[in-house]
DNA sequence: GATGAATGAGTATTCATTCAT
DNA sequence: AATGAATGAATACTCATTCAT
C-alpha cells in the first residue's frame, strides 16, 4: 500500500470531519500510521497536502463533467446533473463538508485562493454552456442562481438542520427547472 | 467606557474577518486595548466570549423579526424580508461571513451547537409563518428552499465569486416571490 | 457571621483538601461567598492569609498543652498525650493533612518558616519536659523519636496506606511509654 | 549524550529542591538545555513526566530489595536495613524530600495515586516478610510501625528540626531491633 | 468593611517544521 | 522513501494582586 496515497485518504477524512485547523498533523499521521517526517518529504508543509487534496477533489468534479453529454438534450443534462448531485450529497457528504469548509474559512481561503478561483470558474462555465443552450438571456445570472440554490441547499442540509427534506426539496427543485 | 462591550465588538469584527480558530486572544485584547485576563474574568474563556457573541447576533435577528407587520401582505413581507437581506448582504458583508463561518466549521459548531439549533429553529418558524399565509400546501419544504436559497446566494457572493452579480440576482429572486 | 472568620474556616478546610498552591483564592471567596478584594483587605495577601491560619492552629497547640497537669504522673501524661493524638487523628483528619503538607512543601516552609521553627520548638521543650520528670537521660533524644513516631504513624495513616491499623499501632504504643 | 536522561535526571532534581508545583517547565528545560516541546514528545504532559521519575525511583526501590539476603538473619537484614535507610537519608536528602513531598501534597497524589499504591504495598510486604522469620505475632502492625517510625524521622529530620539528633536517634533505633 | 472590574506576569500545552539517520 | 527526536514560536488559560467605588 502506497503511504503517500494512504496519507491523502486519511487527511481528506479528517479534514472534512473536523476541520483543517483543528486537525493536528500528529492525528492525521497516527491515524495513518505515518511518520510526521513524511508528509514534509512528500509535500512540503501541511498546507501542501492540504492544495494537494484540493486540486485532486477538483481533478475529480472536472472528470465528471467531462463526460460527452451530446446525445441529451439540455434540460436532461440539467436534471441528471440536479439527480448526480442529490445523489452524492446523500452518499459523500464529507466530500461536501470539505469543500464548504474551505470556502468559508478566511485561513484556508488563503491558502487555496488560486485553486477555489479555477474551480468555480469552471463549475459556473460548465453550467452556464447548458443554459446557454436553453436560452441565452440572462444565462450567466440563472447559472450563478443555479449554483447558489444548490450550494445553499447542501450548507443547511450538511450544516444546520437535522430534518431537512432533502427528498422534497429534490422534487420541487427538478420540477421548477423541467418546466417550460 | 465599557471595556466588555468594547471587546465583544472588536471579537465580533475579528473572528468575522479573521475566522474563530485563527484569531488569537491576544490580537483581539491589543485591539480592543484590553488585558488578557478581563476575557477569563467576564466570559470564562474563548469559547465563552464566542457564545456571548453568537448569542447577540440571535437576539438581533430576533428582534428585527419581531416588528409588527400585520398590516402588510404575505407577498409584501416576502419582498421587504428579501430587500433588507440584500441590503444587509452588503452593508454588513462581516455579519454574514461570521455567521456562515461559525456554521461551517466543526470545530465552533460544536461550541454553538445548542444557539445554532435555537437560532435555526426560530428563523425557519418565522419564515414558515409568511409562508402559511400565502398558502399551506408545502409551506414547510418552500421555507426550507427560500433560506437555503438566500443562504446560498450569501455563500456564493461572499466566498465564492468575485463578480457574483447581486443585483441582478436580487431582482430575479423578487419577482420569483411576486409572482403569484 | 463575620466574614473574616467565615474566611479562615473555609480556607483551612481548603487548603487541607487541596494543597496550598493548588487553592486558587478564586475558590476560597467563591466557596465563602466573599470577594476577591476582602482578602487583600484583611489579610494583605495569599501568604498573609496562611500564616494567620498557621498561627491560629500553633496557638491551638499551645493552648491544649497548657492546661494544668501536676496531679497526673509523667506516664500518665504521656499516655494522655498518646490518647488525645489518636482521638484527633481519627477526628480531624484534615487539621493533619493540613501540617504535615505546610512543612514538606518547600514553597509554603519559605513562607512559614518562623512559625513553623517556633511551633516545633514549643512541641519539642512540651515533650521534652514530660520526659524529664521520668529519667534526664537521653531525654532530648528520646523527644525526638517520640514525637518523629508520632508523625510518622499520621503521615501513614493520612497518606499512604489505606487500611493502616491504626487502633492496634495505638495500643503498641502506649503498651510500649507504660512499661517501665 | 541522551537528552531524555537528561531531562528526567534535571527533573528530579528540581521537582525534589522546589517541589512539584512550584517548578514550571521553563525551569526545567532551561536547566537541562532542551527545548519545551521535548517534554511532550517524550512524556505527553508534566504529569507524564512526574509519573516517569517516581517509577524510576520505586524501580531502584525494588532492585535494592531484590539483592539476595538468604545467608543473614533476620535481626542482621533489620539492622543492615537500617543502616542503609540512615546512610542515605544523609547523603542523598533530595531523594526522600521529593518522596515526602509526592505523598503529602494532593496534587501529585491524584497524579501518583496508583503509583504510591504499588511501592508502598511492596515495602510494606518486604518488611512484613524480614519480620515474619522473626516473629509471626502481630507481624503486619510491627512492619507497619517500623516503616512508620522511619518516615517520621526522615520528616523531622529533613523538615522540621535543624537540630534533629540522627545518629543518636540511629543508635537508639538499632539497639531498639537488635535486643531479644 | 466590602465589592468586583481590571491587570499582567506566568505556565502548560500544542503543533508545524527541521534534520540527522 | 521513511523515521522520529528535537525545536521554538504561538496560544489559551490561571491567578494573585490592585484599586476605584
Do not use: W
Request: charged share 25%; aromatic share 8%; hydrophobic share 40%.
Amino acid at each position: 500500500m502506497d503511504k503517500k496515497e494512504q496519507l491523502i485518504e486519511i487527511a481528506t477524512k479528517l479534514f472534512a470531519e473536523r476541520g483543517f485547523e483543528n486537525t493536528p498533523l500528529s492525528v492525521v499521521c497516527e491515524t495513518a500510521n505515518v511518520s510526521k517526517g513524511l508528509i514534509s518529504h512528500h509535500f512540503k508543509s501541511k498546507n501542501g497536502l492540504l492544495r494537494e487534496i484540493f486540486l485532486r477533489t477538483t481533478r475529480l468534479i472536472v472528470e465528471i463533467n467531462s463526460i460527452d453529454k451530446t446525445n441529451q438534450s439540455p434540460r436532461e443534462q440539467l436534471v441528471e446533473l440536479l439527480e448526480s448531485f442529490f445523489l452524492q450529497l446523500e452518499a459523500d457528504k464529507m466530500f461536501f463538508q470539505f469543500n464548504l469548509n474551505m470556502m468559508v474559512q478566511p485561513a484556508t481561503r488563503d491558502v487555496l485562493n488560486d485553486l477555489i478561483k479555477e474551480r468555480s470558474t469552471f463549475i459556473l462555465e460548465a453550467t452556464k454552456s447548458i443554459f446557454d443552450k436553453i436560452d441565452t438571456t440572462d444565462s450567466l445570472v440563472k447559472s450563478h442562481m443555479f449554483i447558489a440554490e444548490l450550494d445553499g441547499i447542501a450548507l443547511n442540509y450538511l450544516g444546520i438542520y437535522e430534518d431537512f427534506p432533502l427528498n422534497q426539496i429534490k422534487e420541487l427543485i427538478i420540477k421548477k427547472y423541467t418546466q417550460r
